[in-house]
C-alpha cells in the first residue's frame, strides 16, 4: 500500500490544496515560502498525531490554521457568522490492499476510495458554550478550547494512529528537538525497525535493569536511612525507580554513534544515519513513507552523494517524500519524480523523456532548479556568454544584475534541447541564446520543435540570423565568423575592445584570435568594464523579452 | 467460495467446532452472531482453546457487524448525518401517530424518522433493510468489501436472521469468501424481526432459503458433522427428536449414568421432593409461573445455550397436550421453547405433570 493522494484544507498556506504521490521515490520542488514542508508535516501529523514534535492535542492553535480562513471567520462574526473553520486532511491509499477504509465519506464521493480523513473541528458537545460566546461577541481568535480532533476512515469507522497500518518516518533538520534526552523520532525509528519481539526483550531488560538497582544493597541501605530521618510522616519512603508506562526505556534510553549520545552527533550525521535507518529492511507488514526534508542541509557534497546513493538504492520498497532545493539532488534522484511546487500549486515533469532523465541522473551537476524556480531563464553555451548576457542585462536595467529581478542566467553548454524539454513541461518564460555557427539551416533543425509553426509562447530561441563570413583560418581549419567574439568585435570597434581587453593589436584578425583563445578572460574584462558596450540585437532581444 | 450450512442438534459442540475451525485459518476470519451472551461464549471458547482471541480473527454481534461493515461505508447513498449507532426494538418502528385503526408508521421516503430516533440512533430492525439498500444502490460494493476484509465468515445462530437479513447471506453467498453458517433450525426461541419481507422462511426455515433464493451460490448443506449431542444422553436425545420429526434423530456422546437418566413425569405435589433429592434447575415459561422459590429458577427464553445435570420443566398448556398426543398442533415459537428446554439437561429431564396409573406419556417415565 501507499498514498496516493493527499487532500489538505484549512491547514497553514493551504486551504484547498491536493498532491498526487507516486509509489516510491517523490521530491517535492519549490522556492522558499511554497509549501514544501508543510506537505511533509501535515503527512506526518496524520499518520503519527505529532506536530513539531508534539502531540498534537498540546499543540492545537490558531496558527495551524489557515490565516485567510481565520480571519475570514472573525470578521464574520461581526456580521453573518460562518461555522467555526476546520482543518481536515485526507489521505487516499493506493494499491487497493485496504478494504477495510473503502467508504464513501471522503470529499471526492468516490465509493471505490479507501483511505481516512483526520479533523480539527469544533465539538459539536460544545454548542451550548460556544452559542453564549458568540451572543457575548469580542470573540478575537478561534474557540479552539472548543475543538476536537478525529481520525475516521472513508467507512466512517473511527480511528486512532495506532490502527493505522502505514508508518512515516519524518527526517528533517530543524532545531525543534528535546535538547534532553531521546530523540523521539530516532526512538521511533529504531522501534520501527525492530520486531515486536525485539521491543519485548528491550523493555523485559529494561524491568531487570530497574529491580537490580531497587535490590542492591546501597539503595536498600540508603533507603532505611531516609526512613529514620523522616519521622513526621508514618508512611515509608523509599528511593525507587519510576515504574512508569510500558515504553518507559525510551524515555530513558540513550542511543549512540560511537559511543557519543546521538544527539551531540553533528546534524548531518544524525541526517544520515536517521536515513539509513529508516530505509533498513524490517518486518513484514509495517510500510510507511519517509518524509526527508532538504536533506542537502548540513551535509558537505560528497556525504551527500553518499546519502542520494542510498536511498535511490534502496528505497524500492519504501515511499519517500523528500523536498529539496538542491539540483543535484532532483537530478540525481530523477527529475521524473519532481513535484514542483510553485504558487501551491502542482507541476510534474512525468513527460520528459527517458534519455533526459537519464542526462540529467548522470550529468547531476547542472542547475535545473534554478530554472525551474525562476521567473525567466536565459540558456547560453559557455561562461563568456553567461557574462556578456548579464553586462547586458546590467546596462539596460540601471546595473541591477538578472538575479536581483528574479532572472537566471544558465550555462548550459550543448544541452539546450534537454533544458529545453523541461521548459516545455513547467511553462516558464525560457529564452536561448545561441551561436548560429554559420549554418542557419542547422539552428532551424534544430530548433524546429520551438520556432515557426511550432513557436511555443514561453519560449523564444534567440539567434543572430547574419551568417558572416572571413578568410582567417586556425591551423587548417576555417575561423567560426558566427560566435559571439567575433559578433561583439562587430558591434564595437578594435579600438574600444582593445581599450577593454587592455591589448593593443593592429588587425582585427589578431584580436579574434585572442579572443578565441582567452573567451572567460575576455568576458569577465566586458563584465567589469564601465565602458558602455554594444550588444548584439540577439541578446538583446533575449534580455527584452 | 466454499459455502455451508451446517444443521447443528443441540449441545453438539457447535461453539467449539466453529472456534476450532476459525483457529486453522491464517486468513482474515469473521465470527458473527445473532445475541451478545453468544459472542461472549465464542470469545471464551477462544481463551480456553487458544488462550486468546487471534488477531486474524474478528468477532462481532450481527447488529454491530451490519453497522460498521453494512451501514458507515456507504451510507452516503441515504443520508450524510452522522450515525449514533443503534437501538433495540421489539416491535415495529417508526411509529408516526396512532390513527383510528391502528398504528400509522412513517413510509421509507421520510427516511430519517423511518430508520432513526431522533438521536439519530438506528432501529434494529430496520439496519438490514438499510445494509440492502447501500448494497443495491452501490452496486453490490457493500458485500464486495466485506469479501475483501475477510475472507472467512462464519455465522452462528443462523436461524435467528430472518427478513432482510436474509438477504445480506444470499449477497456474501455470491462473493470470493467462504462463508459457513452453523444454526439449530429448532432453536429460534425468539425474533425481533417484525418484517414482513420473506415471512416463508422465518421461524428457522434457513435451509428452505438456502435451497429455494441461493441456488447459484453452490452452498452445501451439511445435517452430519454437527447431529451428535456431547450434553444430552440417549433418552433425552430422542426425546427431543420427538419435537421435529423431519429432522434425524440426534446422535448422543454422552453416555455418563447416574441412576436418574432420561425424561421423568413429576407430580406437582411431588415437586419439592423432587428438587430436595436432584436439585436441578427450574424452568419456567414466563415469570408468572408458579414455581418453588427457593431452587433456581431460570425462563425458558433465556437458557438457550446453558447447560445443566438435571432440569425441571413447568410446561405450558400446549406443551401438555402434546405431549399426551405429538401428532397435536404445536405452535413453531412454543415447540422451539420446549425443544430448548429439555435439551439443557445432561442426565435427567423432569416435566411437570399430573398423572395417575393409567397415564401413559410416550418417552417418559414416572418419578414416582
Redesign the interface.
Known sequence: MFIKKVKIHNFKCYRDFEIQLNEGLNIVVGDNEAGKSTILEAINLVLTGIISGKSVWNEISQYIFNKDVVDEYISSLSAIPMAPPAITIEVFWGGNET??M????NSD?D??AEGFCFKISFNEKYAVEYEALIQQGDVKSLPIEYYEITWTT????PITTRSIPYKSCFIDSSEYRYQSGNDLYLSRIIKGSLEPEDITSIAQAHRRMRDVFINDPSIEGINNKINQDASLTDKKIALSVELGTKNAWENSLVTQLDEIPFHYVGKGEQCVVKTELALAKRSSQKAGIILLEEPENHLSHSRLNQLIKCISDKYAEKQLLISTHSSFVANKLGLGKVILLNDHRIIRFSQLSEETYNFFKKIAGYDTLRMILCKKAILCEGDSDELVIQKAYMQLNDGRLPIEDGIEVITVGVSFLRFLEIAECIGTKIAVVTDNDGDMDAIKKKYEKYIGMNAKEHIKICVDNVVDTGMLKIGISDYNYNTLEPKLLKENSLDKLNRIFGTNYAKEDDLRKYMKHNKTECGLKIFESTEQIAIPEYILEAIRW | MVNRLIIAAAGSGKTTYLVRQALQQSDSVLITTFTIANETEIRNKFLELNGCVPHNVTIQTWYSFLL??GV??????VLKD??NGMILVNEKSGKKYDGKYGPVYYSEEEYKEFYFTDGMKMYSDKIAKFVCRCENE?NG?VSK??S??YSKIYIDEVQDLAGYDLDIIKSLLQTDSDVTMVGDPRQVTYHTHNEAKYKQYADGKIEEFIRAKCKKTNCKIDKETLNDSYRNNQSICSYSSCLYKEYDETGTKQFHVTGHDGIFLVRPKDIDLYLKEYKPMQLREKRTVTVNNEYPVINMGESKGLTYDRVLIYPTKSMKSWMEDQAKELKPRTRSQLYVAITRARYSVGIVFDYDEKTIIEGAKKYR
Open positions: 478494504p477495510i473503502n467508504g464513501d465519506e464521493r465509493n471505490d472513508f467507512a466512517r469507522d | 460498521q461493515h458507515r461505508p456507504f451510507q452516503g447513498v452522522k450515525i452501490t460494493r468489501r466485506i475483501r476484509i
